[in-house]
Every structure is written in C-alpha cells, then in structure tokens.
C-alpha cells in the first residue's frame, strides 16, 4: 500500500538537504532543482509558495561545483584510428 506523500517548505527541505550535504544550501537551489532540474517533486500551494515531497529531499545529495563526478562525462572527441605502416 502506498504511503501518503509528506510536503515540507522550501526552508524546511534546504535544511534537509544542507545535512544530507557538506555545504548550506539555500531555499532558492531548492526550487531550482524542483522546477528546472525536476529531482525534487514539488506542488504549488498557491500563486507564490511551493512545497516539497520530504522523501526526495532526504534521498538527493548535492555535490559541490569543485568535487569530481563519479561518473566522468563522456568525451566527445572521436578516436583517431591507429595508422599501420605498411
């Protein structure tokens, strides 16, 4: 059976996510991640105010802009095919 989804403010999910991190996350990255980058489900309360599914907030790790990734990104040079001489 499903749980019912728990909503939390923008303060409340930066505070969540500021432990899950090693730096302060502001309320405003919250909603970017929600609305631009969609990890985080949100609902609109109203014209201005969002809220923010708990769960989510507690499962995303943000990662500071100067960590490596773990997962290189792809390179995008092609490969220049060994020449044989002959």
């Known amino acids: 059976m499903p749980t019912k989804a728990t909503w939390v ?9 500021t432990a899950n991190t ?15 980058k969609k990890k985080i489900a949100y609902r ?4 201005r105010t969002n ?3 708990r769960r989510d907030c507690e499962r995303y790790i943000v ?3 100067d960590t490596p990734r773990v997962r290189p990104r792809p ?6 095919p060994l020449h044989s001489s002959s």
């Open 51 to 53: 809220e923010y599914n």
């Open 44 to 47: 609109a309360v109203d014209g």
């Open 75 to 80: 390179s995008t040079r092609k490969e220049k």
């Open 22 to 36: 090693d730096h302060v996350i502001s309320a405003d990255y919250v909603f970017l991640l929600a609305k631009k």
């Open 9 to 17: 403010s923008a303060q409340e999910a930066a505070q969540i996510l």
């Open 63 to 65: 990662r500071r802009r």
